[in-house]
């Protein structure tokens, strides 16, 4: 009787521990969710850019957000593992104070969900462009400067919030969510890609 009490319990917590696992980390943002299919006809443009991965470049989402501008969805498979949101151009603003303004924001917000960033810089002025008013020039090279948060989930799940460089006085704000599947789907492709290689060589 024992013996099988303690094989219900072990099912319980099995069960339980598959649970947690299916509902933690970091959820798909704007209301899609990780591994649903995607019409590609319904995409503004679709591009397969490796084995089994299609990128979705769409304006429209399940639950939209202020100046947000578009989105890539990557498919693994024909399931969402990847979303990266670009938001609109900031304009006319060689200092940067609207650009930091923005994602000092946007890092709060998801602080409060995630709580304190894993890894986070905020650099600049250490290259080639030092002036004050060439903030987003900055931005754009390498060892220059750097705006970037990162926050990891224990399910493997990410979530990352940037400010990029255009030119002079534009910039952008981009937030990039990777599902727990997403690491899993890259390590998958590469051994089919070796494995493809192997095959023709």
């Known amino acids: ?3 099988i009490t303690n094989i219900i319990l072990a099912i319980l917590l099995l069960t339980i521990a598959s649970f947690a696992t ?9 209301g899609f969710k990780w591994g649903q299919e995607v019409n590609l006809s319904e995409c503004e443009d679709f591009e397969e850019v490796a084995m089994y991965f299609v990128t979705c470049k769409t304006k429209t989402v399940p639950k939209p957000i202020q100046n947000l501008d578009f989105v890539y969805l990557l498919l693994y498979k ?15 603003d060689p200092y940067g104070t609207k650009g930091t303004k923005a994602y000092e924001n946007m890092k709060s917000i998801l602080s409060k969900k995630y709580g304190e960033p894993a890894s986070s810089a905020e650099i600049i ?5 030092q002036e004050s008013s060439e903030f987003y020039q900055c931005l754009m090279y390498s060892g220059c400067g750097m705006f970037f948060s990162f926050w990891g989930e224990e399910d493997g799940s990410q979530v990352a919030v940037q ?4 030119e002079r006085g534009r910039g952008f704000i981009k937030l990039i ?18 494995q493809e290689a192997s095959e023709n060589l």
Do not use: C, H, W
């Open 1 to 3: 009787m024992k013996q």
């Open 22 to 30: 299916e509902t933690a980390g970091a959820k798909a943002p704007l």
């Open 78 to 92: 024909g399931n969402l593992v990847k979303i990266t949101a670009f938001m609109e151009n900031i304009e006319d």
């Open 125 to 129: 002025g250490r290259e080639l462009y």
């Open 163 to 166: 400010l990029s460089g255009l």
């Open 177 to 194: 969510y990777e599902s727990k599947a997403y690491k899993k789907a890259m390590i998958e492709a590469k051994q089919y890609t070796n």
